[in-house]
């Protein structure tokens, strides 16, 4: 899953640590989300975007997956 957290984080000049504090969890877990490493869990992801006052699909998306076709 790719996500726009450094990105966010940049923009309101906010370290992992700090964010973590926030959250309430380690800032090895926020490195992990945030380098993709690790999918959140789904009320993880949530407070991480409510941090941001994003909606979660403002900060989290899905890869990128190849289309395939039917049998017929």
Known sequence: MNNRIKVLRAEQDLSQQKLAERI???????????????DPSLQLAFDIANQFNKRIE????????SEFKDNE
């Open 58 to 65: 403002e900060v989290f998306f899905p890869e990128k997956k």
């Open 24 to 38: 309430g969890v380690s800032r090895q877990a926020i490195n992990a989300v945030e380098r993709g490493k690790h």
